[in-house]
C-alpha cells in the first residue's frame, strides 16, 4: 500500500537550532517521486524539493538539505539554522508514475515552530 | 509568470447547498489536480484532469465532480453540502511536458459549510 508517515506531529525549536523533519514512505513500485511541500500559516503549499527514486544523492539548497535512505525508505529535511520564517507546516508526498497519473499522496504533515 | 489560482477565498454555505469552486493553471500548464484538506490533516486526491477529462480519481463520492475547459481551467462542484465537507480545496496544476511533473498549488479556497 502506498503510505506516507510524517511521525512528528509538532516540533518547537529556538531560532539558529537546526531540525530534522522525518518521513518515512511504503510504496509498491520501483519508480516513484517524493516530494516536500512547506504550508505557511496562509494556506498555499509551497513546493520546495522532488526526488525520484533512482536518485540517493543527498542534495542542499541553502540552509535546506535532504537525506534520501532507500535501504529504511526515508526521505528527511533538515534546516540549518533555523529562522522564525522557517515556521509553517511541512508536508512530504509521494507519487507512483506508473499508474498514469502524478496524484500526491501526502503525510498528516509536521507543524514547525521557531522562536526567536 | 502567473502562478496557480483560486477562487473565491473563503466561501460559507449551508447543509444541503451546492458549491462551485474555480482554479486558473500556472502558466504553460494544462493537468489540473485538486485536493480536500480537512483541519489538521494532509490534502487528501480528489481527481485530476488533463485534456478535459477525468484521468484518475481519489476516494470521494460522486457529489463531487469536475470540469476543466479547454484554456486548462478546472471547476470542482460539489453536491448536496455536507458538514464533513467544510475544508481547505486546493487546485494543483502540472504538465507531463515538464521534465520534473511537479505540481504547484493554489492558495486555495477554504469551504465552511454550517
Known amino acids: 500500500a502506498q503510505k506516507v508517515t510524517q511521525a512528528q506531529t509538532e516540533i518547537s525549536v529556538v531560532e539558529k537550532e537546526d531540525v530534522t523533519l522525518d518521513c518515512v514512505y511504503e510504496t509498491r513500485d520501483t519508480t516513484y517521486y517524493l516530494f516536500w511541500y512547506k504550508q505557511p500559516p496562509s494556506g498555499e503549499l509551497v513546493f520546495l524539493i522532488r526526488r525520484n527514486s533512482f536518485d540517493e544523492q543527498n542534495e542542499i539548497s541553502g540552509r535546506y538539505s535532504w537525506n534520501f535512505q532507500k535501504s529504511t525508505s526515508s526521505f528527511n529535511f533538515t534546516i540549518t539554522a533555523s529562522q522564525v520564517v522557517d515556521s509553517a507546516v511541512y508536508f512530504c508526498?509521494?507519487?507512483?508514475?506508473?499508474?498514469?497519473?502524478?496524484?500526491?499522496?501526502f503525510g498528516t504533515g509536521t507543524r514547525l515552530q521557531v522562536f526567536p | 509568470d502567473a502562478g496557480v489560482t483560486q477562487s473565491p477565498t473563503h466561501l460559507i454555505k449551508t447543509r444541503g447547498q451546492q458549491v462551485t469552486l474555480r482554479c486558473s493553471p500556472k502558466s504553460g500548464h494544462d493537468t489540473v489536480s485538486w485536493y480536500q484538506q480537512a483541519l489538521g490533516q494532509g490534502p487528501q486526491f480528489i481527481f485530476q484532469?488533463?485534456?478535459?477529462?477525468?484521468?484518475q480519481r481519489g476516494n470521494f463520492p460522486d457529489r463531487f465532480s469536475g470540469h476543466q475547459f479547454p484554456n486548462y481551467s478546472s471547476e470542482l462542484n460539489v453536491n448536496a453540502l455536507l458538514l464533513g465537507d467544510s475544508a481547505l480545496y486546493l487546485c494543483a496544476s502540472s504538465t507531463p511536458f515538464e521534465s520534473t511533473d511537479t505540481q504547484y498549488f493554489g492558495p486555495g479556497t477554504r469551504l465552511t459549510v454550517l
Open positions: 484532469y488533463y485534456e478535459e477529462e477525468e484521468r
Open positions: 508526498a509521494l507519487s507512483e508514475p506508473a499508474y498514469n497519473t502524478d496524484k500526491l499522496i
